[in-house]
């Protein structure tokens, strides 16, 4: 048999996707319920915590329609304890980066969801929440952010992961202001 791979892999290449953002759904939320109770059921006690993240999980927050998933596991690098289950819920492997945290990010068939696979000591999941809970009390963050999605979409991108590449800077200093506590007022 032979051994995995250990460098970063995109199963099926780059792909690219037109941006779409689009203001806030509140059936969103609804979203997040089924697909985190279709994971819970799938993996039972090996998934640790099942967040809603990004954008989509943000009341009024403008977005992709894409809903993006925290998934907390024992060691992500060990697949097989949650890989096959997921796929046998119609989840696929869409990216393998076990140089960044041995994240893994499996999404529908649909692409309308990305579930965001993590080991339970990964620092990127304080980073992930902070963000979210940075955006969902900052109400000038949210709206810096949402300026930042609509003019960087309206532009031709080779991938969604050169758009998201080109948010970095405005994510970082949220997840900064996040994490010193800073709300507006």
Not at 3 to 28: M, N
Not at 60 to 83: C, H, M
Not at 162 to 185: C, F
Request: charged share 30%; no cysteine; net charge positive.
């Amino acid at each position: 048999m032979q051994p995995k791979s250990r460098e970063t892999e995109l199963i099926g290449g780059i792909e690219k996707r037109e941006i779409v953002i689009v203001d806030y759904q509140p059936q969103w939320a609804k979203q997040f319920q089924t697909h985190a109770k279709k994971i819970a059921d799938a993996l039972g006690n090996a998934a640790l915590r099942i967040e809603h993240i990004g954008s989509t999980s943000v009341p009024g927050l403008a977005a992709k329609p894409i809903i993006d998933i925290l998934l907390i596991v024992e060691n992500s690098a060990q697949e097989n304890s949650y890989l096959p289950q997921l796929e046998a819920a119609g989840y696929e492997l869409r990216v393998r980066e076990p140089e960044f945290y041995e994240h893994r990010m499996l999404r529908t068939p649909k692409k309308d969801v990305h579930i965001h696979v993590y080991s339970h000591d990964s620092p990127e999941i304080k980073r992930n929440l902070a963000f979210r809970d940075g955006l969902r009390r900052n109400a000038k963050d949210r709206e810096i952010y949402e300026q930042t999605k609509r003019k960087l979409a309206a532009q031709q991108w080779p991938s969604m992961n050169a758009y998201a590449n080109a948010k970095t800077e405005v994510i970082e200093r949220i997840i900064a202001a996040a994490q010193a506590g800073e709300v507006s007022k």
